[in-house]
Each structure stands twice: as C-alpha cells, then as structure tokens.
C-alpha cells in the first residue's frame, strides 16, 4: 500500500497563478483533510472531507478550494496564488478521525 | 473556536535526560492525538488517548490524558538521539471529528 501520495513534492508559482495539489489514498480511508504548516504555527486546517461529495471549511480556508468525487482522491486547489500562501501542505486520511496518515508534503513557493 | 496551546516551544535536552511536553485545550476533547514529525519529514500518528485519567506507555514514551479531559502530556525517558523531532498534540472534539493541533515542541537531542 502506498498510503497518502502527494504531488508535487516541490512547486514555485507567481503571483497570481493557480494550481491544483493531488492527493490520493489507498487506505478507504472516509476522512481526508488539508493543512497548512508554517514555522511557528503547528498545522492549521484548511479543509476537510469526511466521505465522497462532502466537504466542509476548516481554520483558513480563504484562497483554497476543494472536491471530493470519489473516496481515493481529495485535491486542493489553489485559485490565485499569493506569496502568503507559501507554505508546506499536507494532505492527511483517516478512518473516522482515528489517527491520521499524512503525506509527505508539497513545498509550495509563490513569488 | 477551539484552541490548543502546548509548551514548550523547544526544548534541548542532553542524551539521556528526560523530556516532557503539555497540552492544554480550551475545551473538553473526546481524544487527543500525539505526532512526531522529524525535521524535513510528515507528521507521523503516535498514539490516541480516549478516556479520562487514561496512561499508555510505548518503550520510553509516556502519554497521559487528564482527568477532565482538557489537557494532556507526553513523557520521555532517557533521551536518545533518535528521538529529535517536533512532537505535536491534537485535538478532537465535536461532531466534526477535525483535529485541532497544538503548536508543537522542538525537541533537540544533544549528544
């Protein structure tokens, strides 16, 4: 099993720009979510999921979007990119919040 | 919302010594979580505490959740270089089962 994938693993955008951050599990895990992690600030929660077509705002959600149209898959979409969305993401999963399993991160650059 | 502070922010302890770090929720937590992240890696799921009073022990580790459910302490005996990281709490409460993670304790192992 590969657990939570995420990619990239490394992304420089400008100003402006969108993107959209893969991530997918293999775990049937329901709950999936986003986060944010800036030094100093521990992990704040961008969105989160807890099944297919469910999705729910986390702690920042502001500048990011969502889906969830199938189990597997949770991608994060950024709509304009600005440099205080630098950032390190990670996507995480869960059977019904018990102990999440994060991915490796995506090491996100705007400029 | 919901808050969780944890202190310290770092700690450097000698190889050997032992480390301690708390959590304190403004509310009451159904659970709480305790991660590892090593540095320029994902958080890594440790352990779940569910009932008041409740004591775990993995090896050297100690986990300890409080009476009122409020706060909780992770506990290490006899460092070793191993055990250099960021030790996060997180926690759950409500029917959104999103965790709130607190902001982390720098651990540096000096050998």
């Known amino acids: 099993n590969a657990g939570v994938t995420q990619t990239p693993k ?3 955008l400008k100003t402006g720009q969108s993107m959209t951050l893969q991530c997918a599990q293999d775990m049937n895990h329901e709950y999936m ?3 944010r992690q800036d030094p100093g600030m521990g992990l704040r929660l961008i969105h989160y999921s807890v099944g297919a077509g469910i999705t729910d705002q986390g702690e920042v959600p502001n500048g990011y979007n969502v889906s969830r149209s199938t189990t597997e898959d949770f991608p ?3 709509l304009s990119a600005a440099p205080s969305q ?3 993401y990670f ?3 869960s059977f019904q919040g018990d102990g999440y399993t994060f991915g490796s991160g995506t090491r996100l650059t705007v400029v | 919302g919901q808050q969780v502070m944890q202190i310290p922010q770092y700690q450097h302890v000698q190889e050997g010594e032992d480390f301690t770090t708390y959590c304190n929720s403004s509310t009451t937590l159904s659970n709480i979580q305790w991660y590892k992240q090593r540095p320029g890696g994902h958080p890594v799921f ?3 505490l569910v009932k008041s009073g409740e004591v775990k022990k993995q090896k050297r580790l100690t986990f300890q959740f409080g009476e009122a459910k409020k706060n909780s302490s992770l506990h290490i005996t006899a460092t070793q270089t191993t055990d250099v990281g960021t030790y996060f709490c997180a926690g759950l409460s409500g029917s959104a089962r999103q965790l709130t993670f607190g902001s982390g304790t720098q651990l540096t192992v000096l050998p």
């Open chain 1, 10 to 12: 490394f992304q420089v």
């Open chain 1, 86 to 88: 630098t950032s390190v």
């Open chain 1, 91 to 93: 996507c995480a999963s």
């Open chain 1, 76 to 78: 994060l979409r950024l």
């Open chain 1, 33 to 35: 979510s986003w986060y």
């Open chain 2, 46 to 48: 440790l352990i779940q």
